[in-house]
């Protein structure tokens, strides 16, 4: 298989419900995308603008300086202490890591890549463009032999499934017993609200009591695009066994996969400074209170939820009945079609729009007769 036997792009299917919802006379109100909204802080874009004399090339494996800030980052908030730089590797933003992982690890014909059944669908997409075969398992004692990457989400999008240390435990175990690399996709871990998030940090596969003391074939991978509001700039990282990150190193080189030298530096930025993160953490806090209860006003019910930028939310319909009936408010969401088979009749609301336009969507709901 190749990229152009992919199917269409899936978000054009929703292009009728922007173009219904636009027609509200209030206007439009997208919670469709977690495409940030908020200005990049300061302190990153100033530390862009001074590194703009960027004459040569940058490096594959990323400057010394953004290698060591990643380790001390997984440090500081991820509870993971004994990283070093050969463990960690700058991506260009997060998507094309799991898009081409199956590829630059060598996967092909008759190689599982195993996913959860809700999901973000990059992870199926890498899988078919690779020639192996997707297939979609959340319980790990239903991992199948022949599985060589298995892919969790935690906290999850769009669904916000979040994996405690013991769950995280036991998919180290069961991935270990087939041989297989196990990805986590940690993009939203910033971001817990209920349930044991609200206090608790949210684990990381690459936690020591995670571990079991070895991170052999295991990794995490990050994004600052939600939590620095980098989502232009394209600044992620995957970090985790020496041995894999090292393949993938080598196979990147190749590919010329380099981040820009003006981002690596503003990345280094980003990562030192907590404090803009918990702004924009209370920001998405604000917009969930004001949701959340307006949604469920209007019938529908959360599920999962729990943690990153989405709430999942279903009213016992079809997805696209509930996209139409949401148009007729002026509000576009996702449909929950595009995340498996298993959600179609789920929708997806983001927290990225704007405070005073969530506000407004919150009204609408509330007045809705839905």
Known sequence: MSVRDLADYPWDAVVPYRERAARHPGGLVDLSVGSPVDPTPEIIRRALAAATDAHAYPQT??????REAIVDWYARRRGVPDLRVDNVLPTIGSKELVALLPTLLGLGTGDIVVHPRVAYPTYEVGARVAGATPLAVDDPAEWPEGAKLIWINTPGNPDGRTWTVD??????????????????????????????????????????????????????????????????????FVAGCARVVGELLAARKHLGLMPPAPVQQAMIVALGDDAHVAAQKELYRERRALLLPAVEAAGFRIDGSQAGLYLWATEGRDAWESMARLADLGILAGPGHFYGASSPAHVRLSLTAPTDRV??????????DL
């Open 167 to 236: 769950e995280l435990a036991a998919a180290v175990q069961r991935a270990r017993e087939l041989g297989a690399v196990l990805a986590s996709d940690e993009c939203y871990a910033e971001l817990g609200w209920d349930g044991p998030w609200a206090d608790d940090a949210i684990p990381s596969v690459l936690d020591p009591r995670v571990t079991g003391g070895t991170r052999a074939n295991l990794l995490s991978v990050y994004s600052l695009s939600k939590q620095s509001n980098l989502a232009g700039y394209r600044a992620a």
């Open 61 to 66: 494996v990323g400057t010394p300086a953004l």
């Open 359 to 368: 506000a407004e969507a919150a009204r609408r709901l509330r007045g809705a």
